[in-house]
């Protein structure tokens, strides 16, 4: 029995009916390399095979009425890798448009929680291709927040992949095995008792980030604030409804413009978001004269003694969207993530971790639904978007015996952010995946598109 950390088991209080909290990860496959040649029924079997080495994925909630605190992962005796895995084919011609409309609508359903928290669908037809015939297919997989951030997500991944398309299965893995009710109610009680003393041992990192922050504040060494984005039309209360479009580029190109102006890889990233996001505000006449906020999540793996799954942090990152030059936004970029990053360090790595710990389970929840209910989502939002950027392998992978061509990830979005751009580099490419509510972006591809034309702009500075 594993006990669900305050921050993981907020993405499950988070979570509402227009707000589904799972990351999902878009696989195109050459199916050409498959052993044996594809066909679903191979494609159920090997997947099976492997869930054997991987007891998150067979793994539900169970909680009590008595318990009092956060819920706990026990073993699915009943798991059968049929009730997660579908199959979905893609209607003539089958290209990025039909693809895109699935997955989106995919993206906004929620998962069912009487069963492990992960799915993943099948789609055929890509292009128009027969899978059978050494063809295209792509691979959803959801997996709910509360059970992976963005490097046990790649982790987990890693396991359904390998180097070699013909590579052995891997070894089984024992779960966590079962828990009756009066375990759980008394395993809670036990750690409500035990808050007082674990919130005092958790106060002197508090009262030191506090002090930091205060410090910075007076030199100006500080990230970007909360509640301090400028308004756009993707900063409101969300749908239901999920839009989706993604792109890819060479991450050779990343480099160059890494290289030239002497900056890291993310800095690069961002900056491209920037001016993409930048030429698609102007071209509607909606760009703000202040910079967009972003909030980047900032993994602490190895750097936290606490439990649960999501072991994360994150820093605020002003986009310098007002700027026009490309190699000033750049530079201007540059020196603020230095800062925010500096910022950041100061900051407890398990601040967060410890503040949901302690935090009531109904606030989060609370919290959320008067924010989406006062208004505050457009008038005062806490960020503009999310932009995660999860380095890969750059070797080639194969996803059960398939060669993967790309892999999108793609995050959530929350009430008053409605944008997510998550980038993923492997094998020498970079694939962005880029998710909105299409009631406030209904038209996600033209900012897709906007990428190419963004990172020539960038080397085009470099000549």
């Known amino acids: 029995m594993q006990r669900l950390s305050g921050l993981d088991a907020s993405f499950l209080y988070l979570e509402t009916s227009t ?14 390399t498959m052993p044996g040649g594809y066909s679903f029924e191979a494609f159920r079997d090997a997947l099976a095979r492997r869930m054997t080495a991987m007891p998150q994925f067979r793994e539900k909630l169970s909680d009590s009425a008595l318990n009092i605190d956060h819920p706990v992962w026990v073993e699915d005796t009943d798991f059968d890798v049929s009730r997660h895995l579908h199959r979905i084919g893609l209607p003539p011609p089958g290209g ?6 699935i997955v989106g609508h995919i993206a906004g359903l929620p998962l069912d929680r009487s069963r492990p928290l992960w799915e993943t669908w099948v789609i055929e037809g890509i292009d128009g291709t027969e899978a059978s015939k050494g063809g295209r297919v792509a691979v959803l997989t959801k997996v709910h927040h509360a059970a992976v951030d963005g490097v046990s997500g790649a982790n987990l991944m890693s396991t359904l992949c390998s180097t070699e398309p013909d590579s052995p299965d891997p070894e089984p893995v024992a779960g966590e095995g079962d828990a009756s009710a009066l ?17 005092a041992n958790a106060l002197p990192g508090a009262v030191s980030s506090v002090v930091n922050t205060l410090d910075r504040v007076r030199t100006g060494l500080t990230m970007a604030r909360p509640f301090a984005a400028p308004r756009t039309p993707f900063n409101a209360r969300i749908s239901a409804n999920r839009s989706v479009a993604f792109t890819q580029l060479d991450l050779e190109d990343i480099k160059t413009v890494k ?5 890291k890889v993310n800095d690069v990233v961002m900056a491209l978001v920037s001016g993409v996001l930048r030429q698609y505000l102007l071209d509607r006449c909606e760009l703000p004269e202040t910079s967009l906020v972003a909030m980047v999540p900032v993994s602490v793996h190895g750097r936290s003694d ?4 999501n072991q994360v942090s994150g820093m605020f990152s002003q986009l310098e969207t007002q700027v026009a030059d490309p190699v000033d936004r750049l530079e201007a970029i540059a020196e603020q993530n230095a800062v925010a990053k500096q910022h950041s360090s100061a900051i407890s ?14 606030v989060f929840g609370v919290a959320m639904r008067l924010y989406a209910r006062t208004g505050l989502t457009s008038s005062r939002p806490v960020h503009n978007l999310v932009i995660s950027n999860v380095p890969g392998p750059q070797e080639p992978l ?5 060669q ?5 990830p793609i995050g959530p979005i929350f009430h008053g952010s409605g944008l997510n751009i998550t980038v993923m580099s492997l094998a020498g490419k970079l694939n962005v995946g880029i998710i909105a509510c299409p009631e406030l972006m209904p038209d996600l591809w033209a900012l897709a598109d906007g990428f190419g034309p963004g990172m020539e702009e960038l080397l085009a500075a470099t000549r």
Not at 398 to 402: A, I, N, Q, R, T
Request: charged share 15%; net charge neutral.
């Open 349 to 362: 790595a398990t601040l967060l971790q410890d503040f949901s710990q302690f935090a009531a389970p109904a």
């Open 96 to 101: 990025r448009a039909e693809l895109a409309e």
């Open 306 to 309: 606490r439990p649960g799954r």
């Open 183 to 199: 375990r759980i109610a008394a395993g809670g009680l036990a750690r409500f008792v035990s808050r007082p003393l674990n919130l």
């Open 398 to 402: 194969y996803f059960l015996g398939s």
């Open 259 to 263: 290289n030239h102006f002497d900056v």
């Open 404 to 408: 993967i061509t790309a892999m999108y």
């Open 19 to 32: 707000q589904p909290l799972h990351v999902c990860s878009l696989l195109d496959l050459d199916t050409s």
